[in-house]
């Protein structure tokens, strides 16, 4: 029993640690929490049900797709709705970024319906017993292959690629990366692409392993996967992704044993957090200095 819900949270915590990256790199970067991410990562699973549509279930190649589709949606995120806001108060970007999630989950309802569809399949279901008392199927196995996978590339991208140390100069310090040279547009866009693509893939893995996909589907995992990235430290990567597995993991153990209480304790956690350690559990530096 204790095994078994191990795992599951172990997997449902690598898909809150997916979606939490994009919270962390954008506050990170910018500095204010981009409340349409959730809906971005609803959009990610509308895209890859209909490319699994067209491409016959292709895993590699919808999972690319809709990784490159989410990231350009998100980049158009950042254009029309936080750009011209740049310099403009940090209570009104956030409430462009609240405008922008009831846009983009209207939209989906106006374009595609309320209804619930379900995802093609991508690979014929099989379990594998691990002891007496727990299984894990090939599908939970390619969603957790798949997590650890994007996050060792985002790992890698942040701290040996030409953008990744732009993008860490200009959580830094802006101004001053801007004056050694760094392209603050430039750095802006990657920083959203590739958080959005993420959530894309996010999308992608979550339609799959429980073959729905649905409008709303958005809210819940953003709320779920900020609480991820207040947990480790919102901006820290290392603590989005901590974050992520350990709240799938307590999320899952409180379904298994108070079912009726299982969203709750996930957010009792934040507040928990929030009020002991601020910083979250990786000490991000929330609060910064005023020059």
């Known amino acids: 029993m204790i095994l078994q819900q191990l795992i599951n ?8 640690a997916l979606i939490a990256l994009g919270y962390t790199m954008v506050y990170g970067v910018m500095k204010f929490i981009n409340f349409a991410h959730g809906d971005v990562y609803m959009w990610g699973a509308f ?32 254009r029309v709705a936080y750009k011209p806001l740049r310099r403009a108060p940090r ?14 989950s209207n939209l989906a309802r106006l374009l595609i319906g309320s209804a619930t569809y379900p995802m093609p399949k991508v690979l014929a279901v ?9 299984v894990i199927n090939n599908i ?31 959580s830094e310090d802006q101004e001053t ?27 992608l893995l979550v339609g799959m392993y429980y073959d ?45 044993f108070l079912s009726n209480y299982r969203d709750g304790i996930a957010f009792l956690v934040m507040i928990l957090v929030l009020l002991f350690r601020p910083g979250g559990l990786f000490n991000a530096k929330i609060y910064q200095k005023r020059v």
Do not use: C
């Not at 462009?96 to 983009?104: H, N, R």
């Not at 099989?126 to 727990?134: E, I, Q, V, W």
């Open 140 to 170: 939970q196995i390619l969603v957790l292959v798949t997590a650890v996978v994007l996050m060792v590339l985002l790992n890698w991208f942040v701290n040996r690629s030409r953008y990744g140390k732009a993008i860490r100069a200009a």
């Open 9 to 16: 949270g172990i997997m449902l915590g690598s898909v809150y």
């Open 177 to 203: 990366a801007g004056l050694m040279g760094v392209n603050m547009d430039n750095v802006v866009s990657v920083t959203f692409f590739v958080g959005s693509s993420l959530g894309g893939a996010a999308g």
């Open 212 to 256: 729905a996909v649905y409008s709303t589907m958005g809210y819940a995992a953003g709320l779920k996967a900020f609480t991820a990235a207040i947990l480790g430290g919102i901006g820290s990567i290392p603590g989005a992704m901590f974050g992520g597995l350990l709240l799938g993991i307590v999320e899952n153990f409180a379904g298994a």
């Open 47 to 78: 895209f890859a049900m209909f490319l699994a549509h067209f491409l016959g279930g292709q895993f590699l190649p919808v999972l690319i797709l809709t990784m490159i589709l989410t990231g350009i949606l998100g980049v158009l995120v950042e």
């Open 126 to 134: 099989h379990d594998f017993k691990l002891g007496p008392s727990a």
């Open 91 to 104: 209570l009104v970007v956030t409430t462009s970024a609240l405008g922008m999630s009831i846009v983009l």
